[in-house]
Antibody, heavy 125, light 107 residues
Framework: EAQLVDSGGGLVQPGGSLRLSCAAS????????ISWVRQAPGRRLEWVAG????????YYADSVKGRFTISRDNYNNKLSLQMNSLGVEDTAVYYC??????????????????WGQGSLVTVSS | EIVLTQSPDTLSLSPGERATLSCRAS???????LAWFQQKPGQTLRLLIY???TRATGIPDRFSGSGSGTDFTLTITRLEPEDFAVYYC????????FGQGTRLEIK
């Protein structure tokens, strides 16, 4: 059974940086796309960043483009999200999520069949 | 961006009743590009339905999905106490977006 364990959340000041990690187990990690999805208080789920099985293709929401970097280590079954220039609008619970496919084909993507428990990121002075 | 609007925001029903949750898309979504998730407090999200109508592994058959174009439905027949939760739809036809959620509460 696939398992994802998020970590790295915490309190950071506006303009600061934070790095989230997601440890995966129970499936062939390098066969699936993985994403970060966040949920800010009172707002809907937002797909923030995604990465293909090989790591060659990445996707970023406009709201984080240029500030966040998604990466993966297929040897150690680990996903990361480097978040820079954080603003209060980035306050949210961040989930890593496993896609059912290897990558988005054009704009056609995939559902998520396993999710981490979530990591709370709070941006506040 | 495809915007998904779920209705109602909150649905109050009793165990044993039938629940019908709606997800409407701002533009047509392919018939194999819509999923439903369940979220309970303190728990991770759980995939229920993908490709509009295919139940995920281990999901009881009281959960069913249907729809096409811009209108999709999640039906839960004979509600069990553990079904009271928040439900989200997700489209993956044009990148990925989610609905705002429907809270299913005990009446």
């Amino acid at each position: 059974e696939a398992q994802l364990v998020d970590s790295g959340g915490g309190l950071v000041q506006p303009g600061g940086s934070l790095r989230l990690s997601c440890a995966a187990s129970g499936f062939n990690f390098d066969n699936y796309a993985i994403s970060w999805v966040r949920q800010a208080p009172g707002r809907r789920l937002e797909w923030v960043a995604g990465i293909s099985d090989s790591g060659h293709s990445t996707y970023y929401a406009d709201s984080v483009k240029g500030r966040f970097t998604i990466s993966r280590d297929n040897y150690n079954n680990k996903l990361s999200l480097q978040m820079n220039s954080l603003g209060v609008e980035d306050t949210a619970v961040y989930y890593c999520a496993k896609g059912t496919g290897r990558y988005c084909s054009g704009h056609r993507c995939y559902p998520f069949d396993s999710w981490g428990q979530g990591s709370l990121v709070t941006v506040s002075s | 961006e495809i915007v998904l609007t779920q209705s109602p925001d909150t649905l109050s029903l009793s165990p044993g009743e039938r629940a019908t949750l709606s997800c409407r898309a701002s533009q047509s979504v392919c018939s194999s590009c819509l999923a439903w998730f369940q979220q309970k407090p303190g728990q991770t999200l759980r995939l229920l339905i993908y490709d509009t109508s295919t139940r995920a592994t281990g999901i009881p058959d009281r959960f069913s999905g249907s729809g096409s174009g811009t209108d999709f439905t999640l039906t839960i027949t004979r509600l069990e106490p553990e079904d009271f939760a928040v439900y989200y739809c997700q489209q993956y036809d044009n990148l990925i977006t989610f609905g705002q959620g429907t809270r299913l509460e005990i009446k």
